[in-house]
């Protein structure tokens, strides 16, 4: 069972996808102008999208994929491209609305089901790798170990996720919003300290048969994450 803090967190980010900022995802995750801080962003999460495929196999051919947050599904179709059978949750059924209309209509071999829901429900069952891309990012540091564990019990080989780190820049950024809000600002991203992720991780006896693997920062203007690996001993 997830703490009430998680539960608590995972009802605010819902509202804010769902509802209150729906459009400018919509807008973000396709080709449409947008601002240039925005279009930082854009950049960002294209080549953090990328940083995440890279960990995983070209060939997924036969492999199931669990896309932990999937947005607008941007992942989703190019790890189906690969040819894996994918399942492609978020909390969101406004943005999976999204992702479906834009579905190719040729994904080769591969496949997707599009689902709203809990990307740490068991009952999606097990898959060979999951992918949590910018889905962690708005938990405290013991949500966050308590969210991977649970993917870890759904993985058998491995968990690729990424973090806010606790940077200068991050922490500018942080203060900008807090000084001039606007309510189509996303729900506060909490960052954390590499060192203290990885203490952490290693701490927990859950995650004893797991291992870092690699890793990638990637820094766009107004978007900063950092993509780790996770592999099972």
Known sequence: MMSDSYLERRGEIETYFDRTAAHTWQRLTSDAPVSGIRATVRAGRD????TLLSFLPQDLRGARILDAGC?????????????ADVT?????????GIAKERLPEKLGQGRIHFMAGDMLDKKLGT????????????YSLPDMIGMLTRLTEMSRSGVHFTYAPRTPALAAMHFVGKAFPRSDRSPRIVPHATTSLYKDISRSEQLADWR?????????GFY???????KRT
């Open 47 to 50: 080549r953090m999208r990328a």
């Open 71 to 83: 947005g607008t599904g941007a992942l989703a179709v190019e790890a189906a491209k690969r040819g």
């Open 88 to 96: 492609a949750v978020d909390i969101s059924p406004t943005l999976i």
């Open 127 to 138: 898959f060979d790798h999951i992918v949590a891309m910018d889905s962690l990012i708005h």
């Open 212 to 220: 870092l693997g690699r890793n990638a920062r990637v820094s766009s």
């Open 224 to 230: 900063i994450s950092h993509a780790q690996e996770l």
